[in-house]
């Protein structure tokens, strides 16, 4: 276990290094979860240069866990909510039942009042027990909701995970065969990215990626799709496009990132793409779809690199 005075140690320089990435001059003004993400990832990168076996990864992926189980937690909660339901609908019935057969029984004449009463009384709770119910739903409905939001976004650049990518591909290929829609494909991935890491740092990599995703959010279509593939690699679905107009956007997001820069600590990075694109063919499958793009993004890095192939 990690001593208290190493950890304070440790806490202490992630501060300062914190604090001088806030006040650098040359950087651009950031955003407060970029803020958030950069205090994590420091204090993370500083317990693994102390030697402890604690990544950022294995915290992620606690996280992750935490959601999962907040998932059942959900479920055993909706259903407990239905039985209380149930139970309170079902005793309310019984008790207003048992009230009115009083009031019947044992008299030739029914007192009309009171027989009301008890009537507007069973109404009126069963009315509230439904709007209970009906508000507890409500909010669960949107707990849920949040969590399955929370499960198809990847927490680093806030696109679309591949998780995601599974649910729309099916729905996209669905729509794609049964009424002839084009669907068009585009991989990218971030050229030498694991020099860049090694030069810069992986704080510097991840503030790449970030970049990355915002300019392709700004290059897309709101009913097209980006999604973070894996590590520094990108896939963009074109829902609805051909190759030509898919190509215009490509070219477009490639001199969108030339044309940027970054400046960390002083330091300017550059950063090119090696791009693959493809469009949809008869009896495709998202696996074909991404391995013809894949082909051609590998085409592409052979080529020289900052290319986009068209497959």
């Known amino acids: 276990m990690p001593s208290l005075e190493n950890i304070t140690d440790v806490v202490q320089k992630s501060c300062e290094e914190i604090k001088e ?128 939001k929370q499960s198809n976004i990847d927490p680093l650049t806030k696109l679309y995970n591949r998780k995601a990518l599974e649910i729309d591909a099916k729905e996209m290929l669905k729509h794609s065969k049964e009424r002839n829609l084009n669907i068009a494909a585009l991989m990218i991935d971030a050229d030498d990215f694991k020099k860049l890491n090694d030069t810069f740092g992986h704080l510097a990599g991840d503030k790449v990626l970030i970049l990355l995703a915002k300019l392709f959010k700004l290059s897309i279509r709101e009913y097209d799709r980006a999604y973070r593939y894996g590590g520094e690699e990108f896939l963009i679905i074109f829902n609805r496009a051909g190759k030509e107009e898919a190509k215009k956007v490509a070219e477009r997001i490639m001199n969108a990132v030339r044309n940027n820069k970054l400046i960390y600590k002083g330091k300017t990075i550059r950063i090119t793409l090696s791009m693959g694109l493809t469009s949809h063919q008869k009896g495709d499958t998202l696996e074909s779809l991404i391995e013809r793009a894949d082909a051609a993004v590998y085409q592409a890095k052979h080529d020289g690199k900052d290319k986009l192939v068209v497959r």
């Open 21 to 148: 990435s806030i006040d650098t001059k040359d950087t651009e003004a950031v955003d407060a979860a970029e803020v958030i993400r950069n205090v994590v990832e420091t204090f993370f990168g500083r317990l693994r240069k102390s030697g402890y076996s604690i990544y950022l990864d294995e915290y992620l992926e606690q996280e992750h866990e935490k959601k999962s189980k907040k998932c059942i937690d959900l479920a055993k909660e909706s259903i407990d909510s239905f039985k209380e339901s149930n139970t309170n609908l079902k005793n309310i019935t019984q008790n207003h039942t048992i009230e009115i057969e009083n009031i019947v029984e044992g008299s030739e004449e029914i007192d009309i009042p009171k027989f009301k009463n008890r009537i507007e009384a069973f109404q009126s709770d069963l009315m509230s027990e439904l709007h209970r119910a009906n508000e507890l739903i409500k909010s669960l409905e949107n707990e849920i909701e949040e969590l399955q």
